[in-house]
Structures are given as C-alpha cells and as structure tokens.
C-alpha cells in the first residue's frame, strides 16, 4: 500500500512538474513591471542592432555593413534634435541621408510610441546615472 | 529492490508523459504547446509587453503560415529557425570584445516527437486558418530573379539582411534564418507577411515597410531561389 502511494505521488509530481514547465511564464500585461513605455519598445525593436545597453554593439551589428548608432554617446547624441530623432524613426535612416538599416518604423508604432523612444534615447546619451 | 524498481519505473512515466499523451488532437496539442505558443488570437489585443513573453511563434494561424510537409519532418528533428530565440533580449551576452553575443545556454530546445505525433500535430496546426483573407488577397505568382540581383536588393537596398541570414553565416542573428524559408512557408504567406507583417502579427519585430507589389515579389522571389539551394 505504502508503494503505490509513493508511485501515485511520484507520478502526481511529475504532471505537477510539467504542468508547470509547460507554462513558465504567464504573460504579465502591466507595463509598470516592464519599466517605462520607451523603455520597453527600445529592448524590443532597438537592441538587436544598438546593444541591449545601446551602445550600438547589438547581435546583428557584427553582420551590418553601417554600424548602429551608439547611443550612450553624449557628445554625438547631443548634435541631434528631437524632431530628427522622431524623424529616422518613424521614416527610416534614408529620410535623414543615414544608412537604411536602419529601418522605417512608422508603420510599427504610434506617434506618442516614437516619443517614448526618443525619451529613453534622450535618458541613455544624457541623464546618465 | 523491487520498490527501487517501482520508483523507477515511476520517473520513468512521468518523464515520458508528454510523449506519450501527444495524441494531436487539439486539446493536447494546445495543452501541450501552449506553454510556449499561443493558439488565439488574444495576443494581438495585448499591450506590446506580451512579446517580451513569448517563448515560441505563435501558432494561431499556421494553416496559413507552414508548408505540412516540413512541419512534419522538422517535429522530427527540431533545429533552430531563429538563432537567438523568439525574443533575442533574453538571449544575450557581453562578448569578450564587450559586443553583445547570442548566449546560446538560455536557448530552449523544442521537443521531439515521433513520426506519428509529428503527423497528427501538423494535421491539427494546418487547421488553423484564420487569415484566409490575406492569403486569398495575395496575387503573388513565385518567379525567379538572379542570385546577385536578389542578394544585392534583400542586403543592401532593403536591409533584410541586417536582421535575418539569407545563408548559413551570412546575415543579423535575430530574425528567423530565411534560406529555408521556402521550404518551411507557403509562398502566399511569404509575400502577405512582407507586405503587411502587422496585419498577421501588430507586435511583430519586423518593420512594416510600404514595399511595391514588385518589391514584395523580388524579395520572395530572392527566398525561392536560396531556398532552391
């Protein structure tokens, strides 16, 4: 009797175990636990290429004929404006004579989205903790 | 012993229980593989924090994406589509020259099944249907272009390669690999998804380009004649 106890909750266990492994992380839908909104779209559509620190060392950029703008880079960040900045992102880098890798993203995001980005470039460049 | 043998015996089922209750139909299929793909659309309606969750593609629409056959044979011997995951970020090391790299330890692997699970999965994912409209709207009709021509316009012109490799090598790291596309995709949903990626997925990772009907052909047409390899 003490045997097919240990089997039925070792078998028990184990769907406890796969159960959980099979879903190993609920999708949290609350922004305010993935930083701010700016935040968010840069680790999701800007790091590949600009580095997940934005240091324009991302996974693709070993493979890209133009490198991807470093964008810790306070003395270069600070020669572009807002307005250009909106600009390469919603129309892509051949709208400011830049390289189009980097892409058109106004089909992507939203107005009040590209000004996220452009905030937490803004903080990566120039409010540097 | 013999309660050594019990215990065994045990672990043994309960490690090989998914296996063995992957019957394919629906129910164990989503139960299954829903811990890593979703199989509705509810995502869409999602904030955009939800691709920071994801695990796998999603499968809500693969009836319409996967060609049967490879999905059959590659249930079979799964090997890695995307080089750095479904969300890159999370895959990502300092490389020894401080540039980040693919840390290829946190990748998961995907399941294999048995040539009869693989049968019954795919039979069931090519139910799914729900963008026959954009596959019915899609007037591409696959042609050819030369491999320097196509190179040269998914590289240079469109920038494709920033983010995929077009051969074993060759291309960014954090798209999926396209020299098997062909083969994996139908060449309707190849084309759709160049033209409008956002209407199958609204928080896709690709850019939604204003791409011609000639521009999405030349660019399919490109995957056709790598794919050929």
Not at chain 1, 53 to 81: E, F, L, W
Request: charged share 20%; with cysteine; hydrophobic share 35%.
């Amino acid at each position: 009797m003490k045997r097919l106890f240990l089997v039925v909750s070792l078998l028990a266990f184990g769907f406890i175990a796969q159960a959980n492994a099979a879903d190993p992380n609920a999708a949290d839908p609350n922004p305010a636990n993935h930083g701010d909104h700016g935040t968010v779209l840069y680790r999701i559509y800007c790091t590949q290429c600009h580095g997940v620190h934005g240091k324009g060392n991302g996974i693709n950029a070993a493979q890209m004929s133009v490198q991807p703008h470093d964008h810790t880079d306070t003395k270069s960040m600070s020669t572009r404006t807002d307005a250009g900045l909106f600009k390469v992102v919603q129309q892509g880098g051949g709208s400011i004579d830049k390289s189009i890798l980097m892409p058109v993203w106004g089909g992507n995001f939203t107005d009040a989205d590209i000004h996220a980005l452009v905030g937490h470039v803004r903080e990566l460049c120039c409010k540097k903790k | 012993m013999k309660q050594l043998l019990s215990l065994g015996a045990a672990a043994l089922l309960a490690i090989g229980a998914p296996c063995a209750t992957y019957a394919g139909v629906p129910g164990d299929v989503q139960t299954q593989c829903g811990g890593c793909h979703t199989f509705n659309h509810d995502y869409a309606s999602q904030p955009v924090t939800e691709r920071m969750e994801r695990k796998g593609p999603p499968l809500d629409y693969a009836g319409n994406k996967f060609q049967r056959t490879w999905l059959v044979a590659w249930l079979q011997n799964p090997v890695r589509i995307r080089p750095a995951g479904e969300f890159p970020p999370d895959h990502v090391k300092s490389g020894p020259d401080g540039k980040d790299v693919v840390d290829t330890s946190t990748l998961l692997k995907h399941p294999v099944l048995s040539a009869a699970q693989a049968g019954t999965t795919a039979d069931y994912l090519m139910t799914l249907k729900p963008f026959d409209n954009l596959i019915k709207a899609e007037t591409y009709q696959p042609g050819t272009i030369s491999p320097r021509m196509g190179e040269m316009n998914f590289v240079k012109f469109r920038g494709c390669g920033a983010c995929h490799e077009h051969a074993p090598g060759k291309g960014g790291l954090s798209g999926p690999e396209l020299y098997t596309a062909w083969k994996r995709l139908q060449p309707a949903f190849i084309a759709s998804y160049i033209s409008n990626d956002v209407a199958w997925d609204p928080h896709t990772m690709m850019p939604k380009s204003d791409n011609s009907q000639r521009s999405v052909e030349k660019l399919a047409n490109y995957l056709k004649v790598i794919g050929g390899k």
